[in-house]
Structures are given as C-alpha cells and as structure tokens.
C-alpha cells in the first residue's frame, strides 16, 4: 500500500501575512493537513483560515542549556578582552532594520551621557544593513561606545551573552526571538519589543522588559531602568520546559504520531 503522509507547514520567519495575502499560497493552504506557527499573531491569522484543530504554537528552533548557562562575568569579558567596570549592553542579530537597531543606536547619545563606561556590541552577520548602522555610529560620535563582533562561534556567542548586562532586542518584527531564551538560558536579563513571539519568550523565563517597538525614548528609559534597578534574573527552569531542544523535539514527535494514527490509523 502507497503511503501519503500528512502535510505539515512549520511557519519559521518572515511576515505571515505575506503568505495568506498571494492567491497561489492562500490557495496551498488547504492542502496542508497541520501547521506550526511561532507566536499568538501568526495562530490568530491561520485560524481563522483553515480552523483552530489544524494550527499549534509552538518554538521551531531549541536551546542547548547544557552550554548556553551562566558563567563569571569577569571570566566572559577576559575571555573577550572587555572592560571589567563597563555597563555593557549586547544584541544578537542580523544587522537589519528590521532588528530595529538603529533605534537602539539613537537613544545611546542620552545613556553615554550617564554611563561614561558604556559598551554596546553588536555580534551577528553585518548583512544587509551594517555598513549604515556603522555610518550612523561616526554620525552620532558613538565610535568608542559601540563594537561590532560580526559572526562569531558559539564558545565566543555564549560569553557574549555572559558578559552583557543587559541583552536588547528591538525588532520590528520577529518571529519568536530565539537569540532572548539563549540569553537568559545564560542567566542575562533582556529588553525585548512588543512584536512577534517576544513577549512569549519573556514570559517563558518569567522575566525581562516589554517597550514598545519604534521608540527611542522607551529605549532609553528602559536601558536606565535595567542598569539602576535591574531585572529579575531569568527563571531557567522554567524557560527550558518550553525552549530546551527536549520538549521541542518531543513535543512534535507527539503531534507526529498523532497525525500519522489520525490518517493511517497506526496502533488500531
């Protein structure tokens, strides 16, 4: 007997919304038998297409907390060859203006204004939007305040994420986030952007700032707020139960399994 087996879209990047509005993909969603999708915009707009029972949230791309844990601060930054007294503030991205990091830049003037030690770096690939953010640095004077790590390998990414005070995400728009559960899966508190699957993953690790996307000002006050009064360290525990690779992975088995004994009656 010839086996077909079940069709399943895992909605990973991109706008959601770009997909349902084209005749050709609005018209190959029916012929998907389930769906994953990343955050509650994306569940809300597939639902209401192709029916609640077929459309499931869930993160696409795990967390090994075995390595992306808390280490020293002063061992991270030597490592890095980063001032051991600096305010340091970290984003891992692309660089594109759809990570929203040139908002970030503008509202660094005022907080070097109030920490003379400030280090904002810069790690990921400077594609497509790099050499702007650089111009908009020497622009603003910022030359000496950020630092641009590019691409880096995950030993170098995880004392990144440990020698950061605060971990910022500032996107537009975002699918989940995965770069704020590795942060905080190493202990760092974050800022993240009311967009996408963000508020989940705070919500997840039971901690981080939620600022509204597009502005400077939210920004700036909430850099302040995590250097003066800090955040609640990241509840790890709790964060591996929804991001760590384990329940990823057997969470969609499970799914897996139900769908092949729902169209091939498996085990009856």
């Known amino acids: ?9 895992w909605k990973q990047t991109g706008d959601l919304r770009y997909l349902v509005a084209h005749a050709i993909e609005k018209k190959a969603l029916k012929y ?22 077929k459309v499931k949230m869930q993160p696409g ?4 907390f075995d390595k992306f844990k808390p280490i020293s601060k002063e061992r991270a930054r030597r490592k890095l060859d980063l ?24 509202a660094l003037p ?14 990921g690939d400077e594609r497509p939007d790099g050499e702007e953010f650089r111009k908009l640095v020497d622009k603003l004077g910022l030359d000496k305040y950020v630092r641009f790590f590019g691409r880096v390998d995950e030993e170098t990414l995880i004392n990144c994420y440990n020698a950061a005070d605060v971990f910022i995400l500032p996107s537009l728009q975002e699918g989940l ?7 905080m899966a190493c202990g760092t508190p974050v800022i993240g952007t009311k967009v996408g699957g963000i508020p989940i993953v705070i919500n997840n690790f039971k901690s981080g700032l939620l600022i509204p996307p597009k502005s400077v000002k939210s920004i700036e006050q909430a850099i302040i707020q995590a250097f003066d009064l800090g955040i609640r360290p990241p509840d790890r525990e709790e964060g591996a139960k929804y991001h760590s690779w384990r329940f ?7 799914k897996y399994d139900e769908l092949f004994r729902k169209y091939y009656e498996w085990g009856k």
């Open 110 to 123: 005022s907080i070097v204004g109030k920490y003379q030690n400030f280090l904002y770096l810069l790690v």
């Open 61 to 64: 791309v795990g967390v090994d």
């Open 83 to 106: 001032p051991l007294n600096a305010k340091i503030l970290l984003s891992v991205c692309s660089l594109s203006k759809r990570k929203g990091i040139d908002y970030v830049l503008r």
């Open 177 to 183: 986030g995965t770069v704020l559960a590795e942060a």
């Open 1 to 9: 007997m010839e086996i077909t087996p079940p069709i399943i879209l």
């Open 248 to 254: 990823i992975i057997e969470n969609v088995c499970r």
């Open 32 to 53: 998907v038998d389930f769906f994953w999708v990343l955050n509650y915009e994306e569940l809300e707009i597939l639902s209401s297409l192709v029916g609640k029972d």
